[in-house]
């Protein structure tokens, strides 16, 4: 079915070979639902019971009332005042959803609240004064356009000026992804410990990792968080990537403990609420985020495992946006499991249990797929493989195969043979990539609180510098 498919059909009503731009009121009878607090309640529903062509299909106290009004087919508009609780781009599409258009009733002196509606992708408003006047209006106008079930998002500031019935059309020309700059590398894999966090880090730490060229072309690197010495602005030119580390995990978050920070609060969580109010802009994320360097920021996870329906795919996806137009890297530590139970179980739309990790996979540029180097994690990554093709949205997305916790030595070499010829038929032309088995140094990094690549030079660590320079070899850096 097409969008336009879906569409409701009015009356009467034949959209083919006309322009629904011409579309009038009193030719149909349009159910509108409403969910406005405060003294103008009264006022709008006044006013869509005494338009031609409008019936006031429910009056609704709260937006969960509201969406069940249009789950069920109630209504094909919504109006809907900006000050509403709940009223934020979850709310937009999934009326988006259902075939219903949004008309919001805004203060005409709270800029803050025009600027969010355009933000929003709100595409019509009524001020508190005109509704009388110009509610009328501003839905047959909302019905005779498509673009706006689908709003996207404007960055905060924008403001609307163009009218009480319509939210500026220069916002509504500016309503789109904010510009990319950065890309986003998305650190998934298997069950049972690979290793994805630590490799998360390592790869992040390593992507900003400060290189220092001097006169003769040698070429020193930063290491941990303290300066480093430089051979001054004459002599050597430092080059600095800046990255932002996503702790996405919604089953075992651990970036805070594992980088030594003491964050109580999830940044994560505090930019997704900003973004699902339309307020993420680069202040709000930045007020986000825990900066670890100087180019190194880290959005911290969920500090309970159980606030996991904060991360909606919806403001997820305007996060890693509004991230990828600040940085040249965001990697993001994604959970394991990718499965949409809540699909088969539920008839109406529920949160997504593993929505954080599915929207940080549809929108990665590169993802590095982990496992463990044991017979176990060698049948867990070809299984996490065979998911990851059989994902529309994945399956032509670059990847990388990288396996964990290898032995090293001479003696192993037969092994390292065994897992690279298991791997081959999944791996894509590029082949597994072997990490050694270092749980020493590994686990020196974890009590001190730092990433594997800020402290001593490791054959760890050497082996996590050498896939971040080939993501960044790959990406053209």
Not at 422 to 433: H, N, Q, R, T, V
Request: hydrophobic share 45%.
């Amino acid at each position: 079915m097409s969008w336009d498919e879906a569409l409701p059909q009015w009356p009467g009503a034949n959209f083919e070979g006309s322009n629904v731009d011409d579309l009038r009121l009193d030719q149909y009878d349009i159910r509108v639902l409403t969910a406005v607090v405060g003294p103008s309640e009264g006022e709008v529903a006044r006013a869509v019971n005494e338009a031609a062509g409008l019936t006031l299909a429910r009056r609704c106290a709260d937006s969960a009332e509201l969406l069940g009004a249009a789950q069920a087919g109630l209504g094909a508009v919504a109006v809907i005042s900006s000050d509403l609780v709940g009223f934020d781009r979850t709310l937009i599409a999934d009326l988006a959803r259902e075939s219903v258009r949004v008309v919001a009733v805004n203060d005409p002196l709270d800029q803050f609240s025009a600027d969010r509606l355009s933000a929003l992708g709100v595409q019509r408003s009524v001020s508190l004064g005109d509704i009388e006047e110009q509610l009328a209006t501003a839905i047959e106008a909302v019905l005779g356009r498509h673009d706006d079930l689908f709003p996207a998002r404007v960055e905060p500031g924008r403001a609307a000026a163009a009218g009480s019935s319509r939210i500026s059309a220069a916002g509504a020309a500016n309503a789109a992804t904010p510009t990319k700059r950065g890309n986003v590398i998305a650190i998934w894999g298997t069950h049972g410990a690979p290793g994805r966090s630590t490799l998360a880090a390592g790869i992040a730490f390593a992507l900003a990792d400060a290189r220092e060229t001097d006169k003769r072309g040698r070429t020193r690197r930063g290491v941990g968080r303290k300066k480093t010495e430089t051979a001054g602005p004459t002599t050597a030119m430092r080059e600095r990537a800046s990255v932002l580390l996503v702790d996405a995990d919604t089953y075992a978050p651990s970036q805070t403990q594992a980088l030594g920070l003491l964050e109580e609060s999830s940044g994560l969580a505090m930019a997704c609420r900003a973004a699902s109010m339309g307020t993420l802009g680069a202040a709000a994320l930045q007020r986000s985020t825990a900066q670890i360097t100087d180019t190194v920021g880290l959005l911290t996870g969920l500090p309970r495992t159980t606030r996991w329906p904060e991360l909606s795919a919806t403001a997820m996806r305007d996060v890693l946006d509004a991230s990828t137009a600040l940085h040249d890297w965001v990697v993001v530590d994604c959970a394991a499991s990718i499965e949409e139970d809540e699909l088969a179980v539920f008839d109406t739309p529920v949160p997504s249990r593993n929505a954080a990790t599915l929207t940080a996979l549809d929108r990665a540029d590169l993802v590095v797929v982990v496992g463990k180097g044991d017979p176990l994690g060698v049948r867990r990554l070809v299984g996490q493989l065979e998911l990851r093709r059989e994902r529309e949205s994945l399956a032509e997305t670059p990847y990388v195969v990288v396996v964990n916790a290898v032995p090293n030595g001479r003696s192993a070499q037969v092994r390292r043979a065994e897992i690279t010829e298991a791997l081959a038929k999944y791996s894509g032309e590029l082949g597994p990539i072997l990490i050694g088995y270092d749980p020493a140094t590994a686990e020196a990094a974890m009590n001190t609180g730092v990433a594997v690549t800020e402290g001593k030079a490791s054959g760890l660590s050497s082996d996590f510098r050498s896939l971040a320079q080939l993501i960044s070899n790959g990406f053209g850096s």
